[in-house]
């Protein structure tokens, strides 16, 4: 009697789908002709961008600080859907669970040797094994199906949940990286038209990070230097100084009047004055050192750069002192107008510059064209300063800041000249 060959054991590697099976030799691969092929590998879904208001925090979404500001709310036929899908998980874990322990059974089942004698007894356990992927298949492919019935059922039963969809938020506006921010176009100021390009000075324009706390000592000392100090000769006097007697004008009681006292208050003619002013006493001016200032001023340029609110231009001469063609060129950029931003001019043109352009119609005043001047005073959202005005204040108040090559060059020479 022949004796029985023994064949190649075979062993079942599960993968990560309980479906999939890896047989690692040829002969066993042939024992499972009968079998169903594998499935193919099921693309994993992007992760939701459906996140819910938490109940116990009380802020309106639509402010800006909020994390949601700009998102949609999901409506009711979507909350169903996301909420079932949820759902689906749940089973879709359950019975994945359930499959994996029935293929660990029927591996322990299945890992023998194998003879010729036992190839009627290895086949149906084969079957028995095909019998266990098919059933597991069948779940998984029945995953994402959920009953939305069941799940109004369960709305009714929960507290309403606020949904917001975070796909649909507006894209965050960045800044241009340096030293890339510091190459930017020249226009001209009658047409709108770029004309040519231009890099900025890195320790002028450059500077990043942006030192707010500068900034804000710069506006501080500017404000209490406009408010200044009083008038010496501006003093009143109070009670203990006028004149008057402190004795008792009338008696408490029986006049049918109101109760006095002395003759010196401040709401009686004759008395003291009230909160008035105190001469050279009151001096609300405060200290800053000037390179502070200027840093201020480097470090306020540096933000509008940043944010993409700095033009340049070739010039700032208008060709007549009429406002409305002025209004019109500052359309054309965006300025003015009834939806136009509020801008900042700064100039620095001499008078040199109109005889080479052999322009007799321009004149030049204190670093300003007159024509731009005068024509820029009826607009409310407009003002015009010379290079050596440029402050903190102003170019924070404004959106936009436009500056004239003339005043991008004095500005350079002038806040860099002690670094």
Excluded at 138 to 148: Q, R, S, T, W
Excluded at 204 to 231: A, S
Excluded at 238 to 248: A, C, L, Y
């Amino acid at each position: 009697m022949p004796m029985p060959t023994q064949l190649q054991p075979y062993t079942t590697v599960a993968t990560s789908r309980p479906s999939s099976w890896i047989l690692p030799s040829s002969s066993s691969q042939s024992l499972f002709s009968s079998a169903s092929s594998p499935l193919p590998n099921k693309k994993k879904k992007d992760e939701t961008t459906i996140v819910e208001l938490p109940p116990n925090l009380k802020f309106d979404p639509r402010a800006k600080s909020s994390p949601f500001y700009g998102a949609e709310r999901v409506d009711k036929s979507e909350k169903l859907k996301y909420k079932g899908k949820e759902k689906g998980k749940k089973q879709h874990h359950e019975k994945k669970d359930v499959g994996s322990t029935s293929s660990a059974a029927g591996r322990s089942s299945t890992q023998q040797i194998l003879t010729e004698d036992d190839k009627s007894s290895d086949h149906q356990a084969l079957d028995a094994s095909s019998e266990i992927i098919t059933d597991v298949e069948a779940d998984f492919d029945d995953d994402d199906d959920y009953e939305i019935d069941d799940v109004e059922e369960d709305d009714d039963d929960e507290e309403e949940r606020i949904l917001f969809d975070l796909s649909t938020k507006p894209d965050i506006p960045r800044a241009i990286p340096l030293p890339q921010r510091l190459h930017i176009p020249i226009l001209d100021i009658r047409t709108g038209e770029t004309v040519g390009t231009f890099h900025l000075s890195e320790k002028t324009f450059g500077n990043d990070p942006i030192r707010v706390d500068i900034l804000h000592r710069c506006v501080v000392w500017q404000r209490n230097k406009k408010r200044g100090k009083r008038n010496a000769g501006a003093r009143t006097k109070t009670v203990s100084e006028v004149r008057g007697s402190g004795r008792k004008v009338r008696q408490q009681k029986g006049s049918g009047k109101a109760r006095a006292g002395h003759s010196r208050p401040a709401h009686w003619r004759g008395g003291a004055k009230a909160h008035g002013p105190k001469g050279r006493i009151q001096d609300y001016t405060t200290k800053l050192n000037k390179k502070v200032r200027k840093m201020g001023v480097r470090h306020a340029l540096s933000q509008k750069l940043k944010e993409g609110n700095l033009i340049v231009t070739n010039d700032l001469h208008a060709p007549t002192h009429k406002t409305k063609e002025l209004e019109v060129m500052l359309n054309r950029l965006g300025i003015s107008g009834k939806n136009g931003a509020n801008a900042l001019f700064i100039d620095d043109a001499k008078a040199e510059d109109d005889d080479e352009n052999n322009n007799t119609t321009v004149s030049v005043y204190g670093g300003l064209d007159v024509n731009f001047r005068v024509a820029s005073g009826n607009l409310e959202k407009v003002k015009m300063l010379n290079q050596l005005g440029c402050n903190v204040y102003d170019m924070l108040k404004f959106r936009k800041l436009v500056l004239s090559l003339a005043a991008v060059t004095s500005l350079e020479q002038r806040l860099e000249k002690d670094l």
